[in-house]
């Protein structure tokens, strides 16, 4: 304070009143001549018009009498533009002092400007009607809606100093609230980062950028390692019919007949041992394999289809292997032998997709010329190949299990050509789906728990549908309230990873707040909230529901209510949602965590450091004033 002494010491002050220093868009009826020698003119638009102009592009402020906040283009306002310094009043509601300088578009306030700007500092003025904003609040009467005395308030005396004086006032409390604003506009970034994090072309991007990562190592192993091979049991033909339910293979792709019971159940890749020795077919419906079939029953690290294409794209090989005679044959020996690549399981499943769609391409020549088909044929046979050969480059590292592990690390150059023939086929490299919520999970409402259940001595926790939009934040380990044993009987159970949402609410944007529950005992919830039971990460879900602007918009077309705002389990079962998989999911939720505690622990980050700088520059300001009202 010693730096303020200093800048007031033998500071000359006027004490000087409000309508003398200021000149409004309003005539108040009974105010003195020398108060109001004249007024000003501005225009005004209707509180659900101003919001109607919002734009983010723009650079005109919309100034409201609340904490609403936007801007909007010159195209949308042009009827509506103020330009100038003022200060502004609500004409209803309650004493919201703001300050503006520029162009901007009013909606609902009174409007002050200098009544003399070589003797009147406005933002000085502002600063001092901030400082008594609750003794202005005072004049705001009514029993309905609550208006400003006006007549009282432009008699409020306001100490003028001299302009250099004013004008220094200003710069030390700018310094103040420009830091705080500061301060917020970070908070602001953070959202836009949360909404980048969460929108669909930032997912798609990242699941196919780590798709990349986590799928770049390749195995050699040797068929029998991984694979269990089975011999089918012979059938004589007098036990087959046409019209047994099962088909029968013998040695050929072709059925040998049906029979009434199955061997093997489908979804297994077969190679033929004699007769058409080499050929390969796979079997999705259950069957009977005769003696002249290897059946191949896959183990853990490699997806049944592919290891289909894969064999596929080997059958020349094989079939380099078969026995000439009478009868060629293909020994057990010899299969057992195939080296076999094994990729990633997601990315076995990745070319199983691509290549499946290409089969179906294939399935589908309706309308096309034979030289169209041939082509298509071609296509998929060059990418079968190219797909299923893997470019790699040698990483041998010692196994302990395996003597002869041989690691291989897949080229770049392969993923290029599996994005070329994805994209071909119309299919993504990244997992990302949209599904809705009834996909994702299940829906249950809460009932009961009035506020007069809750019991300090209770041994339940409880989460409060209120409390989910005025306590918590994304999750919570310990709800802040008890209800007995007995109470809790009735109640709706919440286990460790359910979401706890509130149905209802009296504005549109708590409405569906949500909260992770993460705690390790069971808890309980009542009514006006919902539980969703699912399989994803807990708390991308939360960050989803509370933030992600695709989501927000679809809360608000289908939120519904007038005095109370709500959302049925219904209704929330049709929301669409981006699903990554689940390591993508806890990696956006690795980043969004950081950005949460800076922008929401009350008790550190950007929150608390707001709060001190506000209640710093609320300190200073009020010192200020006071120094004149006592010297």
């Not at 432009?154 to 705080?180: G, H």
């Not at 072309?201 to 986590?214: N, V, W």
């Not at 029968?248 to 004699?274: H, M, R, W």
């Amino acid at each position: 304070m010693k730096k303020f002494e200093e800048l007031l010491k033998n500071e000359k002050v006027e004490w000087k009143k409000l309508g003398e220093v200021t000149i409004w868009d309003k005539k108040f009826k009974g105010s003195e001549k020398r108060l109001q020698t004249k007024t000003v003119n501005f225009k005004h638009i209707s509180a659900e018009k101003l919001k109607s102009l919002i734009d983010d592009k723009g650079d005109i402020k919309l100034l409201s009498t609340g904490k609403f906040d936007g801007f909007t283009t010159l195209e949308k306002s042009r009827d509506y533009v103020n330009e100038g310094e003022v200060i502004s009043i609500p004409s209803g509601g309650v004493a919201n002092v703001k300050y503006f300088s520029g162009k901007f578009v009013d909606s609902g306030n009174i409007l002050a400007i200098s009544s003399n700007k070589e003797i009147y500092n406005l933002k000085y003025i502002y600063y001092y009607l901030k400082n008594i904003e609750i003794k202005i609040d005072e004049y705001f009467l009514g029993s309905g809606v609550k208006h400003p005395q006006m007549l009282n308030i432009i008699n409020f005396e306001i100490p003028i100093p001299s302009l250099e004086t004013q004008e220094k006032i200003v710069k030390i409390l700018d310094n103040f609230t420009n830091y705080v604003t500061e301060l917020q506009a970070r908070v602001k970034q953070y959202q836009y980062y949360r909404d980048m994090l969460l929108s669909e072309g930032y997912l798609r991007k990242i699941s196919e950028e780590r798709f990349l990562k986590t799928n770049s190592v390749i195995e050699i192993y040797k068929l029998n390692e991984v694979v269990e091979i089975k011999r089918g049991k012979r059938l004589v033909k007098s036990q087959l019919s046409e019209l047994e339910k099962y088909p029968v293979f013998q040695n050929s792709l072709i059925p040998l007949g049906y029979y009434k019971d199955k061997n093997f159940e489908g979804n297994k890749t077969c190679i033929i041992s004699a007769g058409a020795a080499g050929d390969i077919f796979y079997q999705a419906e259950d069957f009977w394999a005769a003696d002249d079939v290897f059946v191949l029953s896959p183990s853990k690290k490699i997806v049944d289809k592919y290891l289909y294409y894969f064999l596929l794209s080997k059958q020349e090989f094989i079939k380099s292997k078969v026995r000439k005679a009478s009868i060629p044959r293909l020994s057990r020996d010899e299969v057992e032998k195939i080296d076999v690549l094994i990729p990633s399981l997601e990315l076995q499943n990745k070319i199983v997709e691509v290549l499946n769609k290409f089969q179906s391409l294939l399935s589908d020549t309706k309308g096309l010329l034979p030289q169209e088909i041939e082509q298509r044929q071609k296509q998929y046979e060059y990418y079968r190949e190219k797909l299923l050969t893997f470019e790699v480059k040698c990483d041998t590292r010692h196994d302990t299990t395996r003597h002869d592990t041989t690691r291989h690390v897949i080229l770049n150059s392969y993923f290029i050509l599996l994005k070329e023939a994805a994209q071909i086929v119309n299919i993504s490299l990244s997992t990302l789906v949209w599904k809705r919520l009834g996909e994702v999970g299940r829906f249950e409402n809460g009932t009961g728990m009035p506020k007069t259940m809750f019991d300090n001595h209770g041994e339940v926790l409880a989460i409060h549908y209120g409390h989910i939009y005025t306590k918590y934040n994304i999750f919570v380990k310990e709800p802040i309230v008890k209800v007995s044993m007995e109470n809790a009987k009735n109640l709706k159970k919440v286990k460790k990873g359910n979401l706890v949402i509130a149905k209802t609410s009296e504005n549109l944007d708590d409405v569906m707040k949500t909260v992770a529950y993460l705690g390790e005992d069971e808890v309980v919830t009542g009514g006006h909230s919902a539980i969703f039971r699912h399989g994803e990460n807990p708390k991308y879900l939360s960050y989803v529901f509370n933030g992600a602007d695709y989501f927000i918009k679809q809360k608000n077309k289908l939120a519904h209510g007038v005095k109370v705002i709500e959302l049925s389990a219904t209704d929330m079962e049709k929301f669409q949602i981006l699903i990554p998989p689940i390591h993508i999911q806890e990696y956006i939720v690795s980043i969004l965590d950081k950005f949460d505690m800076l922008t929401n622990d009350l008790t550190q980050g950007l929150p608390r450091e707001i709060e001190l700088r506000q209640k710093q520059y609320e300190y200073y300001r009020e010192k200020l004033f006071d120094f004149f009202k006592n010297n």
